[in-house]
């Protein structure tokens, strides 16, 4: 196996020393060697385009922690991690420019809408829900936990069509400075409530009534589903 030393790798890779001391670290590329007296790394050459991928992920903005998981990944479920990671940054950029409009046209003194405000009919059914205040970087991340992946592995039947759509209630604001009370909602089938929510002691089942429901489509106070879900 040939190796090139840190800095050779670096320069390989686009990455500084510093980067690769961090990650190594943090355990998401690790060295081909370490000496165990200087403590000086060594990298084999195959890891170059593994140290590609990083640089690329990182160009994107993507968590170190959620690296990771996509460099663990098959190659198929690794594309699909990426894809999803790109629509909620797109549904992000997209109330952020919804906002931005409106503070250009209100510090112009042109007035207009914050929100885009669809009525839309809501059938009757029961719900499990799930509040938390959560920060920036939490609703997709805990929303998923919680819609995917604890309802799969229990099990839980969905509804057809839209009244079985999950959906998120934004009870205030959510910013990068603030955290905020946040609520996923899972419609689940009326004759098996009582026996579901058995299962979850700690999450709320609550009957929702038929309503005409305002849906509030602007930034960061939403009742849509999130890209992936």
């Known amino acids: 196996m040939d190796l090139v030393s840190i800095g050779e790798f670096a320069r390989l890779s686009g990455l500084s020393p510093r ?28 890891q170059v ?9 990182r160009h994107l903005g993507v968590p170190l922690t959620r690296i ?9 479920m690794a594309a699909q991690q990426v894809a999803a990671f790109w629509a909620e940054v797109e549904f992000e950029h997209g109330g952020r420019r919804a906002l931005a409009g409106f503070l250009v046209d209100a510090l ?9 405000v669809e009525v839309r009919n809501t059938p009757a059914r029961q719900v499990l829900c799930l509040r938390r205040h959560v920060t920036l970087e939490e609703p997709v991340v805990l929303g998923r936990d919680f ?24 009870h ?4 990068a400075d603030s955290d905020g009370p946040v609520e996923w909602c899972r419609p689940i089938p009326d004759d098996q409530a009582d026996r579901i929510a058995a299962d979850f002691p700690t999450l709320r089942c609550a009957p929702t009534r038929r309503t005409r429901r305002r849906m509030c489509t602007g930034p ?10």
């Open 19 to 46: 980067a690769l001391r961090l990650y190594d670290e943090v355990g998401l590329l690790r060295p081909a060697r370490v000496d165990p007296h200087s403590g000086y790394r060594w990298y084999a050459a195959s």
């Open 49 to 57: 385009e593994q140290a590609r991928l990083v640089v690329s992920l």
């Open 68 to 76: 990771e998981t996509i460099m663990n990944a098959d190659p198929g």
């Open 108 to 116: 112009n003194g042109r007035r207009s809408d914050r929100y885009h």
């Open 147 to 170: 819609i995917v992946r604890r309802m799969k592995e229990a099990g839980v039947p969905r509804l057809d069509g839209v009244a079985g759509a999950p959906f998120v209630i934004y």
């Open 172 to 175: 205030g604001m959510v910013t």
């Open 220 to 229: 960061r106070r939403r009742a849509t589903r999130r890209p992936g879900w």
